[in-house]
């Protein structure tokens, strides 16, 4: 394939990405080189590897603890609304507030042993509050008051997205080296001065 007419599937092939559309893999590796298509290829185990990364067990030990708070408040919500029962809610309003600061304490103690951690939450700790509003949450809790809703912290690409990126740095490529074909060398012409001639055989 010439490259002109490579020029011309890539940005074909870039567009439909674009409008939404999906391209499949034989048409990605009829516009690539081997090594190009390859490379797109591990970058896609790659994307599927980061999908599959576990939460550290501090975090699942942390959302042991949100969940057992969490159930205190629900019951301190429950027994509010139900007459006679007043004691019982203050009871559990007491066990949820100890648990939610416990809860707190502990992820704190974990963030200082290994700031990595931060990843996995969906809010800043030092601003947060000790109620379940405005508790930190593991990112991607089916709370609704969890403002990540992603499944692991970090960055990934969709297979339409990878495809995207890989053949516009393949168009990006292929710009560079047409330019750089078409661009006649320049000559530098260097003059020398020297202060060594000898001038004893010049008539002046």
Known sequence: MNTELRFSRIKKLINRLK??????????SR???????????ENWKDELSLRKI?????????ERRIKIASLHYQKMERFSFIKGKARLAREYSHKA????????????????ANSELRLWIDRDP??????PIGIPRVIGSSSPECLDKRK???PT??????????LELTLQELTRNDLEAHCEP???????????IDFTSFRF
Not at 31 to 41: G, I
Not at 97 to 112: C, G, N, P, R, T
Not at 126 to 131: G, H, K, T
Not at 157 to 166: A, D, G, I, N
């Open 157 to 166: 690409l969709t297979k339409r997205e990878l495809k995207l990126q890989t």
């Open 54 to 62: 576990e939460k550290p067990k501090e975090i699942k030990e942390y």
């Open 126 to 131: 030092d601003s947060s509050q000790r109620c």
């Open 97 to 112: 507030d100890d648990a939610f600061e416990k809860a707190y304490e502990y992820l704190i103690e974990q963030l200082h």
């Open 152 to 154: 692991h912290p970090y």
């Open 186 to 196: 320049i000559k530098i012409v260097h003059f020398f001065r020297s202060n060594s």
């Open 31 to 41: 516009v690539l080189t081997t090594e190009q298509f390859e490379n797109y290829q």
């Open 19 to 28: 409008v939404g559309e999906d391209v499949s893999t034989s048409s990605l």
